[in-house]
């Protein structure tokens, strides 16, 4: 049984909060927010909701905008970032009518439609997930463009290329791409994650363990424990929310840019994943290639056949594309295997029992809004298990060597990931009937989608970028 107004009525009382604040996610997966008093939070919030215009938030045209936002008394938790004691809650929007209803394009309500319709296929009645949060600490960033000058500056005391640094050479900076699980002292941000850990446990964040990434220059990763997919894309913009406010609560700023330093490990947001019917697990077979139940390679097969189009929503940046390049464990060739981090699909060795056999998709980051992402994760998975698509019949592996070193002649016959974000863009316009099924995606939604990440690219592309004038600039 969830909270009762009079439950989250007493929290404020027993805690001496005065603001109320609510968050609401826009279509590229940032929270925003408005408060209210404490004493204004009634019964008739909870009946009519809070009214604001949500063509400002990228989904709703400027002449249908009206909205109220219903907040989810399970969410509400004290916000520690903020100076007056704040209760903070999030929930759902709905449009305004004789009666409200869920509006159709807001990013929670498509990731519940997902587990609807998932329930009503009858294949499943659970999915669980498991994101791993991969992000930079560094000690400041300055970036500028205007039109006579561009670049930026990162500052990370620990890296290598602050060795000759009279401010920072206390002498334990990090090689290049040394950073994976590196102890004190030169693991300088290890209390800012443990922190952090702690901060999320009281967001309802399970967390599994943390450590330094393989970045030197300040890559970390806080890995959670699995849970229902709608909640977790809630914990994950709880996570999100509580890492950035962390360091810069500690001096820091954090990213989840895929890539922001050239030739360091990009950032990524693998995805872990099972399906649950009955509270019985549907991806185990001991049989099985790596025990791994029929229903789980259809869903794998539906995942591969789909990861081009998936890409626009799992890996919506610009950025998201320099990432996604051979040589930094990151995927680029569309394949299945076990414990091979080269593959788009990696099958964990290690997780051997029914309840715990699963698989993670490696190609989404975290610029992805997280409900849109695991939802469409869901539709294309579904979508491989009711057309029964064998994923080795159509040559996506298993390929359990090295995906980088495959002979010539095997590399050319094997799918690859798009290369830049209008390439996934013009995937997704061709292929997105699996994610429109049910009407889990509004067709308005796929359009403002492949809108925005066309408009994202070409402004990038219209832009020199300062290497062109090393490279170009005498000629």
Known sequence: MGRTLNDVLNIIRENDIEIVD???TDIQGRWRH???PAERLTEDTMKYGIGFDGSNYGYAAVENSDMVFVPDLDSAVIDTFC?????????????????????????RNVAKRANEYMKKTGIADE???????????FDGVEYDNAPNHAGYRISANQSEWETGSEANNYGFQIAHANGYHTTL????????????CLTMKDWGVRVKYHHHEVGGCGQMEIEVELDEMTKMADNTMSAKYVIKNTAVANGKTATFMPKPVVGEAGSGLHVHMLLLKDGKPLFYDENGYSSLSETALHFIGGL???????????????????????GFEAPVTLAYATANRSAVIRIPAYAKSPMQKRFELRNPDATCNPYYAFAAILMAGLDGIEKKIDPHALGYGPYDGNLYELPEEVRK????????LGEAMDELEKD???LTKGGVFPERLIEILLKNGRAADEHVARIPHPEEFKMYYDL
């Open 83 to 107: 100076a007056i004691p704040t209760l903070s809650m999030i929930g759902d929007v709905m449009v305004i009518g004789k009666e409200n209803t869920p509006f159709d394009q807001y990013p």
């Open 34 to 36: 408005l408060s209210i």
């Open 432 to 434: 997105h009937d699996y």
């Open 413 to 420: 016959s094997l799918k690859a990931m798009p290369a830049s």
């Open 22 to 24: 609510f968050k609401m």
């Open 304 to 326: 591969l056949i789909h990861a081009r189009s998936l890409c626009a929503i799992t890996n919506p940046s610009t950025n998201s594309y320099k990432r996604l390049i051979p």
């Open 185 to 196: 002292p030169m693991d300088v941000n290890n209390d800012i994650r443990s922190e952090a």
């Open 127 to 137: 999915m669980i997930i498991g994101p791993e949060y991969e992000f930079y600490i």
